[in-house]
């Protein structure tokens, strides 16, 4: 049973977000433990990366944010290489 205190939480997120990410996880229909996998890595990003996914989330065009953040992180990756 969800105790009053989750009940309580809402989490606001973007839906064209949330479709793709549902027809991604298919045939499962339980998010919650990619969701969670995926909050734990989020927590482990440098900031400006965190900070260009939150902005990328909110793309109607989920694929183009996905590319886009996946060059980000090759550029970071690289500046740091070098």
Do not use: H
Not at 20 to 45: E, H, N, Q
Not at 49 to 61: C, F, L, N, P
Request: proline share 4%; with cysteine; charged share 25%.
């Amino acid at each position: 049973m969800i105790s009053d205190n989750a009940k309580k939480r809402g989490y606001y997120l973007p839906n064209a977000l949330m479709d793709y990410f549902a027809d991604w996880c298919k045939p499962g229909r339980d998010y919650s433990v990619k969701i969670a996998g995926a909050i734990l890595y989020f927590m482990t990003l440098p900031a400006g990366v965190r900070e260009r996914a939150e902005k990328a989330a909110y793309s109607q065009d989920i694929e183009e944010a996905i590319i886009a953040m996946l060059t980000d992180i090759d550029e970071i990756s690289a500046d740091a290489a070098a």
